[in-house]
């Protein structure tokens, strides 16, 4: 496949490996914002092989604090991709099978043009001079890979929260480009309750003063305890209640009484400051701010007259939908108002709630029912597309 | 009422009006933490009269971020107490029948001994000095007020959230000095959840460098931007879901587009800000850690060799538990294991779980059911109690 790396906005940082391709070298992508942007970096991998009819191809949006690293171990972390256990050679989403995808969204840090970048016009970083992004937004990016990479229609788009999000946005704006679509543990708008969490992670990046109004990177310093802190608070609403008390209980760390202080007496709080202080080495506290505001402004049904049904009007697309019983940020009843919706318009839709103690970080963990579900609906989805049997 | 001011340990702010008395001037209270602590001030008020048996007293269990002032207008926020809706001439807690007292705990910063106030040994603020408390603790001190008031048996004791622990606690440790206790919206052992959501606010003070090591009054600032964080990370936890969507929904905020940046640009982000902002101005933030800390290592089994049916063996105290359906974060799960030691050890209890969208914070507002049925509960232990019945 051929890449570009795009040399006029060079990366900040040590170059993080993987493909690298300039979009909107001529066209700029219209924002939601209304400004124009042109030359756009996307960090992206592949996986597998694009068959002869180009049919085969499957987008996975990441979530968040995901990137495209979806199967290879992780170029900062060293850690196993995010969903190595769905993705490989005879996996749930079989590689030997399917041609997979993923970017780095718009306003990210792992490479694509986001507020970490250098802005080629004025020759610093972006910071808050970036401008705002939208799901859409970062769809009309992934469109232009897709385009880029010859691709007219995909096979299927996957992905859960955020990603979820980026799916519902695929499946809505990009129909006739998607023939299967699977949300997972997401939802059509953000609540007032994400909105609350979310802004509570940013005010505790805009509290940092390293955070320098967003100029830090002039500054050769990072806000990293104000993202430790954001990260922290988003952390426990990806658990559930029973999955933290299964987990941790009550249990002390490495001491046997408590130390009637504020160190870490509990495992909980321990875990959690690990969370904190690993999180602030991959990601970029502005690029955090620009996502989750992007989730917040998530509200599908915003453009279309404000009835969901309407934006999966005619629709030729498959749908699978998840949720997982335990998940509190997501919950089955926002995945609910998904499945309403297109049954509104009579689309071909299946639903799945999976029962799973794990919270909303289930559709990221090893949950046997969700991957064998997941596959059936491929597998059938597959066939209807005239892709060749997964091999017994 | 006889009450003394105590010299010894001056308030480092604006002194607070209502009454005070320095307690353990002899002896002191020997701390869970092993620490003998003397001259103890407390804050407290009290409301309607004493009566000539003192068997008309009602003790209320203020709850984290509450103070003494149930029913009395806020001296810094001019706002109606915290119960007043509850508490006064003719309410459900009547104060022409009751006399009610409420002392800002131990560990506070409304007039009571806590880090905010001066080491007598140092002359400098406690801060990080103050030894760590416990609900226990508190509540030592509490009996210590109730000595000094010449009242020998509580008609009852009746708190939410952290009131409910120690409720729980007088219950437990004081037995034969409690007649009816109402522990509401509360727990026996504090959750992995709950001590994840007090870390991450903990460390969003610790994170903020004007708490100086938690310094910050000898160098006469405040680490204003890591408390407003807590308490808005808090505050959620508070509410419940559905409440925010009722309250606020996706509503803008004195726009009508949103601004593609990091103002607040939703209601909810309006509202969280404000709660933040207006929390700093009350609350001390090392007293802020200290509390947290203090529900954190409440589990009230461990005192009675992990069975918590133990902790109430023999008890002669009537009971009445609540709790509320929308109540994440004191869920109903946590009344009921209540419930089941009591019931385990054949006490006489009566369990209501009160039909409310509104999240842990219900049992701070108005909740007609509520109030309700904890008269009916008063009344008739008043009855049993030999107190005169209410004046209809």
Redesign the interface.
């Known amino acids: 496949m051929a890449t570009t790396t795009n040399n006029n906005t060079p990366q900040t940082e040590a170059t993080i490996p993987g493909l690298q391709v300039c979009l909107a070298r001529e066209e700029p992508v219209r924002l939601?914002?209304g400004i124009d942007l042109k030359n756009i970096n996307v960090a992206y991998q592949t996986y597998g092989q694009l068959n002869e009819s180009k049919s085969n191809a499957i987008l996975i949006c990441h979530a968040l604090t995901g990137d495209h690293f979806v199967a290879d171990v992780h170029p900062v972390t060293g850690k196993p991709g995010w969903w190595s256990e769905l993705v490989g050679p005879g996996k749930t989403i079989d590689t030997d099978r399917f041609f997979v995808i993923c970017s780095n969204i718009l306003g990210g840090c792992m490479g694509t043009t986001g507020p970490k970048e250098i802005n080629s016009e004025t020759g610093k970083p972006w910071g808050?001079d970036f401008?705002?992004v939208t799901i859409a937004d970062m769809v009309r990016v992934q469109a232009r890979l897709i385009d880029h990479l010859g691709i007219d229609k995909l096979f299927a788009v996957l992905g859960g929260s955020m990603g979820g999000m980026q799916v519902l946005e695929w499946a809505a704006k990009f129909s006739d480009r998607v023939f299967a679509a699977i949300p997972i543990a997401t939802e059509a708008?953000?609540?007032?309750?994400n909105?609350?969490?979310h802004?509570?992670g940013?005010?505790?990046i805009?509290?940092?003063?390293d955070w320098c109004g967003g100029d830090y990177l002039s500054h050769d310093i990072r806000p990293h305890?104000?993202l430790?802190?954001a990260r922290?608070?988003a952390h426990?609403t990806y658990?559930s209640?029973s999955a933290?008390?299964r987990?941790?209980?009550?249990k002390l760390q490495e001491r046997d009484v408590?130390?009637?202080?504020?160190d870490?007496?509990?495992q909980?709080?321990s875990y959690?400051?690990h969370q904190?202080i690993t999180f602030v080495d991959r990601f970029d506290a502005n690029s955090y701010?620009y996502t989750t505001?992007a989730m917040?402004?998530f509200?599908l049904a915003g453009d279309y007259d404000g009835a969901l049904a309407n934006a999966f009007r005619d629709t030729k697309t498959r749908f699978c939908v998840f949720s997982f019983t335990s998940d509190?940020l997501f919950?089955t009843k926002a995945s609910r108002e998904i499945v309403r919706a297109l049954n509104a318009v009579a689309a071909n839709v299946s639903f799945a709630e999976i029962e799973s103690d794990k919270g909303h970080d289930a559709f990221l963990l090893h949950e046997p029912e969700f991957f064998r579900l997941m596959a059936g609906f491929i597998d059938g989805a597959a066939e209807l597309h005239g892709l060749p049997r997964r091999e017994d």
Chains 1, 2 share one sequence.
């Open positions: 939601d914002c808050l401008p705002g708008r953000h609540s007032a309750q909105i609350a969490f802004e509570v940013r005010q505790a805009m509290a940092d003063p305890r104000g430790a802190v922290m608070t426990i658990l209640q933290l008390h987990k941790f209980g009550r408590v130390s009637y202080g504020f870490a007496d509990f909980v709080e959690l400051r904190g701010l505001r917040d402004y509200d509190w919950p």
